[in-house]
């Protein structure tokens, strides 16, 4: 499964900016997927999580509230609208895709990752 994000950019604090995460096979539908990010000198961490069918989602706490996970299975993509940006919010944007079971929100349990969409938010 190749999986292609997309959406990413330079905003203010404030801005708004909606990620996509395109996938390459149609068993995506099946799959949960994930959203994760890696500051400058940090680890990556979880950021959000979206079952097969979008009835189940999971929000790390720094972002509940402001983002939210949604998916389009007849276009196999997945999003992630990102309201109310604020600076420690810049990161690479990686998505990732769960072949079996529910949504995790630990790394380690997903299987294909794409390769991270920037975001930069200024102050």
């Known amino acids: 499964v190749q999986l292609q994000a997309s959406g990413g950019g330079l905003v203010q604090a404030g801005d708004s900016l909606r990620l996509a995460c395109a996938a390459s096979?149609?068993?995506?539908?099946?799959?949960?997927m994930g959203w994760f990010r890696q500051a400058p000198g940090k680890e990556r961490e979880f950021v959000a999580a979206i079952n097969w069918s979008g009835g189940n989602t999971d929000y790390a706490d720094s972002v509940k509230g402001r983002f939210t996970i949604s998916r389009d299975n007849a276009k196999n993509t997945v999003y992630l609208q990102m309201n109310s940006l604020k600076p420690e919010d810049t990161a690479v944007y990686y998505c990732a895709a769960r072949v079996w079971g529910e949504i995790q929100s630990f790394e380690y349990a997903y299987d294909y990752w794409g390769q991270g969409t920037q975001v930069t938010v200024s102050s």
């Open positions: 096979r149609r068993t995506f539908n099946s799959y949960a």
